[in-house]
């Protein structure tokens, strides 16, 4: 069975990707579609300097890793303040680039946003409530819970390569809302942890029913102005007729931007001592759902790395903000691809432990705030 009517949107893939050399969606390819704008905060809060601001070196290794992998930012902050920061490939502190899916994470903090303001009733209100239009034998029984942990039980092809899969559809098709609803829900939720980026999308368009906002009117209000965001960023829209974010990718912001909700949920959804999520919600986000799926909880990604415990967001070719708890750290990579592939033992390619290797030996060098 096909997912999709027709491939129209293969010409469009071939003009915006293909065409520029690419096989896969790329950093800077957000010139190339429809966006809203996601302004700065009307009070910006940069981060404070730490004392010993680039003071240290990344090791060498971890170096010319960071050249056959195309890193375009790596940063370390530190005490909530910036410790460690350098950029490559002509980015820069106010470059921007896609977040890929990591922007998975801030849809589920504007899940726990609309629960805390009373939009959504709880993690367990049928998604049926909000998109009574959605299909499948088991439509009735997903839950916006199961759409967080990616346990939608959604008919969905997760790959990114293929011209002809939905993930790609989805990624050029102009009526993504239409997509998402051909897409039933046939088989058990709730059961099983299996990523499917239309699942973040269906989220999406809940919280949107739900709230009577754009997701990034949503955001804006919730998290990007209250957490002081510097720099002018975009979401990508399917087209501007319909004016739909892509929601399981696509935020177009910068390092030190990005890295402002890994400290919102370090600090339990508190922000500078203001709570703007709430606490429990964020406890429950950071615990894995299903016990044979240890690597997620809801829309995050979690890891258990040399007797750290980390969360972490995560976006294709390698977008990470990887938060270290204990240690009061956020480690931010961006770049052009990613180390080798994870296997079936480990979700988690190689290239997250070199850079959080390099984090854990830059962050013993600090002694002191």
């Known amino acids: 069975m096909l997912y999709i009517s027709d491939y129209n949107y293969l010409l469009t893939a071939v003009s915006k990707i293909y065409f520029k050399g690419h096989t896969t969606a790329f950093l800077s390819d957000y010139q190339y579609f429809d966006n809203v704008p996601l302004p700065p905060s009307k009070q910006p809060q940069p981060w404070p300097i730490h004392k010993k601001y680039n003071t240290a070196q990344l090791p060498e290794e971890l170096e010319k890793k960071n050249a056959e992998w195309g890193t375009v930012a790596y940063l370390i902050i530190k005490n909530d303040s910036l410790y460690f920061e350098k950029y490559y490939d002509g980015y820069g502190v106010d470059s921007k680039s896609n977040s890929f899916s990591m922007a998975k994470s801030y849809v589920a903090a504007l899940l726990g946003k609309a629960i805390q303001e009373g939009y959504i009733k709880s993690m367990d209100q049928p998604v049926l409530d909000f998109i009574p239009e959605l299909k499948g034998d088991y439509a009735n029984q997903v839950t916006v819970g199961d759409l967080a942990s990616m346990a939608s039980g959604q008919r969905w092809d997760e790959s990114y390569y293929s ?10 098709v102009e009526d993504l809302g239409q997509l998402i609803l051909d897409q039933p829900i046939d088989e058990q939720p709730g059961t099983s942890f299996i990523y499917k980026s239309g699942t973040t999308q269906l989220l999406a368009m809940v919280i949107t029913k739900a709230t009577g906002k754009t997701l990034t009117q949503y955001l804006y209000e919730s998290f990007w102005d209250p957490m002081g965001s510097e720099h002018e960023s975009n979401w990508q829209v399917d087209s501007a007729e319909n004016g739909l974010e892509k929601a399981y990718c696509c935020i177009a912001s910068n390092a030190r931007d990005f890295a402002r909700l890994g400290k919102l949920y370090k600090d339990f959804g508190k922000w500078n001592g203001k709570r703007l999520l709430d606490s429990t919600f964020v406890a429950h986000s950071l615990k894995a759902r299903f016990e044979k799926s240890p690597q997620y909880g809801y829309s995050w990604w979690l890891k258990e790395y040399k007797n750290y415990n980390t969360f972490m967001m995560r976006g294709h ?14 480690l931010i990579r961006l770049g052009h691809s990613k180390g080798p592939d994870s296997t079936i033992d480990d979700p988690f390619t190689p290239d997250i432990y070199a850079y959080m290797d390099a984090a854990i030996e830059l962050n013993s060098y600090v002694t002191e705030p």
């Open 163 to 172: 011209p002809t899969s939905v993930t790609t559809a989805a990624y050029f």
């Open 317 to 330: 070719l390698g977008q990470y903000v990887i938060v270290f708890p204990e240690e009061n750290m956020i």
